[in-house]
């Protein structure tokens, strides 16, 4: 198809030149040339390496899995191990030991260290006593179950998104039966059995957010933070641990807030319901909704932050922190994972900052900007003021 009458010289030119680079980089004698042109190799390699890297990706995933089951990286923060030693230690026969760790070193998990045999590498070490990273990817096992046919995801034979909420039937219904909240209307009957394991995740992984959102907000203006589907109150603790002065509301499912939470102090409110239902409470002056927001389709959204508008007082402030689509540099992470992710657990998207903007302001807010963090591929921040 070409560009539209109406276009411009300039989004006509731009149509047909990518219409011939497209033809170019299909072309298989084009693909011969440029792998022999000493000019255009270097491209060529790259080219065909990311394309590999994309379909061997699962591999690469399984790798690191079994690294983190076997408590790999762990053990050889003790130091390196010679090949005989991991294989006792994690019982596998050493053919199958090495070719696990020559894998590894592959993906600069781990590193030869000659007569030493393995040690961590560069990308072994951050895993290192990372419960939160760790339990992430042990997690993955539900979401690879259900992408294992993603024509079938996509067309919404998983997903409360491509018919009736509710309708995760059969073997691609394994993340939505991990995340129980997201498949029922009212989740204020969960048991608190049913939301152990995904409260359990959200607190090992929440130190890789906290503190981003520590670092680039001021939380000293406040009085009292209420964070709303807070979990066991891992980030309030964290708060906590920073500005010991601050009143804390909880704000999570009943069967949430019922959990023992040793890290959240005793002084903190702990208020049970669903945001779905019934109205937040009020008497903070900064709400935060910390990786919340993107589990949810707009109209819940902006229900959600019209709630967190009515129950702040003037001046108060909003949080919305949460890994967000097109973010610079990490455009795999927003639309791509989290794409892929949310359809499959049967509700949300991810969002721009852009598209969050325009659901605060409606929601009431002004002021709206977004933060800067260290790491936006773990976390965006945008706040806004109740003027």
């Given at each position: 198809m070409g560009p539209s009458p109406g276009a411009g010289p300039w989004r006509r030119w731009q149509a047909r030149w990518q219409q011939w680079r497209d033809g170019c980089l299909a072309s298989p004698g084009f693909q011969r040339w440029a792998a022999a042109n000493p000019l255009t190799r270097p491209i060529a390699r790259r080219r065909a390496q990311q394309l590999f890297d994309l379909m061997a990706g699962f591999v690469y995933s399984q790798v690191l899995l079994a690294c983190v089951r076997l408590r790999a990286f762990d053990l050889?923060?003790?130091?390196?191990?010679?090949?005989?030693?991991?294989?006792?230690?994690?019982?596998?026969?050493?053919?199958?030991?090495?070719?696990l760790l020559d894998a590894a070193v592959a993906l600069r998990l781990l590193e030869h260290r000659g007569a030493a045999g393995y040690g961590l590498g560069p990308l072994g070490a951050p895993m290192v006593g990372n419960a939160g990273l760790a339990a992430m990817v042990e997690h993955h096992a539900a979401l690879y179950a259900d992408?294992?046919?993603?024509?079938?995801?996509?067309?919404?034979?998983?997903?409360?998104?491509?018919?009736?909420?509710?309708?995760?039937?059969?073997?691609?219904?394994?993340?939505?039966?991990?995340?129980?909240?997201?498949?029922?209307r009212d989740a204020r009957g969960l048991a608190t059995d049913q939301v152990a394991a995904y409260s359990a995740l959200m607190a090992a992984s929440q130190p890789l957010v906290a503190g981003e959102i520590l670092d680039a907000y001021d939380f000293r203006r406040h009085r009292c933070v209420l964070d709303v589907a807070g979990g066991d109150g891992s980030f309030l603790a964290s708060v906590h641990a920073r500005h010991p002065g601050l009143q804390l509301i909880l704000f999570d499912l009943p069967a949430v807030v019922a959990r023992p939470s040793p890290r959240l102090p005793a002084a903190a409110q702990r208020v049970?319901?669903?945001?779905?239902?019934?109205?937040?409470?009020?008497?903070?002056d900064l709400l935060t909704l910390v990786r919340v927001v993107h589990d949810h389709d707009d109209v819940t959204v902006q229900a959600l932050l019209r709630a967190a508008f009515e129950a702040l007082p003037p001046g108060g402030r909003l949080l919305l922190a949460e890994p967000m689509a097109g973010t610079p540099g990490a455009q795999a992470m927003g639309d791509a994972y989290f794409g892929l992710y949310l359809l499959a657990m049967g509700r949300g998207r991810p969002r721009t900052a852009a598209q969050l903007?325009?659901?605060?302001?409606?929601?009431?807010?002004?002021?709206?900007?977004?933060?800067?963090?260290r790491l936006p591929l773990q976390c965006s921040i945008m706040a806004g003021c109740k003027s």
């Open positions: 050889l923060a003790l130091g390196p191990q010679p090949l005989a030693a991991l294989a006792t230690a994690w019982r596998l026969p050493e053919p199958a030991a090495a070719r992408l294992h046919d993603p024509l079938a995801l996509l067309r919404g034979g998983a997903s409360g998104q491509g018919g009736a909420q509710g309708e995760q039937e059969g073997p691609q219904a394994a993340l939505a039966g991990y995340w129980p909240y997201a498949a029922t049970g319901g669903d945001f779905r239902l019934q109205p937040l409470p009020r008497g903070a903007t325009a659901l605060m302001q409606a929601a009431g807010f002004a002021g709206v900007r977004q933060l800067r963090t």
